[in-house]
């Protein structure tokens, strides 16, 4: 059973970088498949940041590319996410997950999400 | 504003059906598959249709997906309480370099 686990400081303060890993259990990254984050503003909906594969092919939000990095640490089979240049609309449950691609994408498996908050 | 378009609210008694409606374009749905998630109150979502129609496993038949041009749809029948939750729609969008979409989302309320 893959398990994927969000992790990093709560608070970020504005115009900083929000930094955040995701542990991944019961599968290697390095084996495949495409490994990304999506967040979810409180009491709002669900907004894709981007994904990543070992290979190095990334697929990013056109709304967010600028101010995104996506990661892949295989030796510690984790993904990261940087967020660049943060404001108070940037304050999120971020989860992250395994998304299938094959043509197009989709995500399988979702992480339990974790909640930063840009705090001035 | 979401690039799919999901009616924000949904209703139903104990045991009826229901169905939720999510429409896109031709750069989204009407190019690729449909897949609809779950997130119950208070906790992270969870994959529930892939690829238009397909259950993942542990997922009741109670639930169903189809899709028809650019838009798609998720049916619950038996309607129960513990299928009150908020319901997603995404797929994959092929314009600029391709990226992830998603829904509105519509809140099921089971009366």
């Known amino acids: 059973q893959v398990r994927l686990q969000e992790s990093g400081p709560g608070l970020v303060k504005p115009s900083e970088t929000l930094s955040l890993t995701c542990s991944v259990s019961?599968?290697?990254?390095?084996?495949?498949?495409?490994w990304g984050w999506i967040r979810q503003p409180p009491g709002k909906g669900l907004e894709w940041i981007g994904n990543i594969h070992h290979s190095g092919t990334t697929y990013n939000n056109p709304s967010l590319k600028s101010r995104v990095i996506l990661s892949l640490d295989t030796s510690k089979n984790q993904l990261s996410l940087k967020v660049r240049y943060v404001t108070a609309a940037d304050t999120a449950v971020y989860y992250c997950?395994?998304?299938?691609?094959?043509?197009?994408?989709?995500?399988?498996?979702w992480g339990q999400g974790a909640l930063f908050t840009v705090f001035s | 504003q979401s690039v799919l378009t999901q009616s924000p609210s949904a209703s139903g008694t104990p045991g009826q059906r229901v169905t939720i409606s999510c429409s896109g374009s031709?750069?989204?749905?009407?190019?690729?598959?449909v897949n609809w998630h779950q997130q119950l109150p208070g906790t992270a979502p969870k994959l529930l249709i892939y690829?238009?129609?397909q259950r993942p496993s542990g997922v009741p038949d109670r639930f169903s997906g189809s899709k028809s041009g650019t838009s798609a749809s998720l049916a619950i029948s038996g309607l129960q309480s513990e299928d009150e939750a908020d319901y997603y729609c995404?797929?994959?969008?092929?314009?600029?370099?391709?990226?992830?979409?998603f829904g509105g989302g519509t809140k099921l309320t089971v009366l």
């Open positions: 997950a395994r998304h299938f691609c094959g043509g197009d994408c989709y995500i399988e498996y």
């Open positions: 690829n238009n129609n």
């Open positions: 031709s750069s989204n749905i009407g190019s690729n598959t």
């Open positions: 019961g599968y290697s990254i390095s084996n495949g498949y495409y």
């Open positions: 995404a797929t994959w969008d092929d314009s600029l370099n391709g990226h992830v979409v």
